[in-house]
């Protein structure tokens, strides 16, 4: 079963522009990770942030999580055509002890040239 | 920098037939994942080790789908008899100790079954 969801599904931008993705869940979580995959590889790590943290940095990318409203939205900046991909979370539960991720469906980014 | 290594990365065989994926993680992790991308969808865990033990194959279809770790370093997800509906990708990623969040995945291996 998939936890997370993205929204949206499908995202078409020009280069240049920003892109946001949102994810939202539906228990308490320890974690909650982005990763990005391009056709037909495996997946990235792209950054993490924990229950206790509201926004985390990394280069262009710009994550924030609330967990009263349950959703985290990934936010990248001056987009380029190397970001295609799709992009997805994955969240860790709160309690339990073999960090399993549970990954949403995903959310399609293509950046026109 | 060290990767998860996959192998085959195309397999096409028919139903019923038996086939074989194997994982080789990066050094020194731990932990060993298998997970089925089916397509437009996310991974979906099929089983965790951690070394040699498996620690979640609460989501393994154990009628067809075995999974080893002998020695605690590659493994191998084998298939028997493959059905239609097993299409998809099996991706295999690892993390240094348990519970250290970060997984690296491999490239994965695209399965397709006639």
């Known amino acids: 079963s998939q936890q997370g969801e993205e929204d949206p599904q499908a995202l078409s931008i020009q280069e240049g522009e920003n892109a946001t993705m949102n994810c939202s869940y539906k228990t308490s979580i320890n974690n909650l990770q982005w990763y990005r995959q391009n056709s037909g590889r495996g997946l990235v790590h792209l950054i993490l942030i924990r229950s206790n943290e509201r926004e985390k940095h990394s280069g262009r990318l710009r994550v924030t999580l609330d967990t009263s409203k349950k959703s985290s939205s990934l936010l990248i900046t001056a987009s380029r055509a190397a970001d295609t991909a799709s992009y997805f979370c994955?969240?860790?539960?709160?309690?339990?002890?073999?960090?399993?991720?549970?990954f949403g469906k995903g959310t399609l980014l293509t950046v026109n040239p | 920098e060290a990767e998860v290594a996959q192998s085959p990365r195309y397999k096409i065989t028919e139903k019923s037939q038996a086939v074989a994926f194997w994982c080789d993680p990066i050094s020194g992790h731990a932990t060993l994942y298998w997970y089925r991308q089916i397509l437009g969808q996310g991974p979906e865990l099929l089983v965790q080790?951690?070394?040699?033990?498996?620690?979640?194959d609460s989501q393994l279809p154990k009628d067809r789908f075995s999974a080893e770790r002998l020695k605690g370093v590659d493994s191998t997800l084998k298939i028997q008899p493959a059905e239609l509906g097993d299409s998809a990708m099996y991706l295999c990623?690892?993390?240094?100790?348990?519970?250290?969040?970060?997984?690296?995945f491999g490239p994965g291996t695209r399965l397709l079954v006639l």
């Open positions: 080790f951690q070394d040699e033990s498996v620690v979640d």
């Open positions: 990623a690892s993390s240094y100790l348990w519970g250290q969040e970060t997984q690296y």
């Open positions: 994955a969240t860790v539960p709160k309690g339990g002890s073999n960090y399993k991720l549970t």
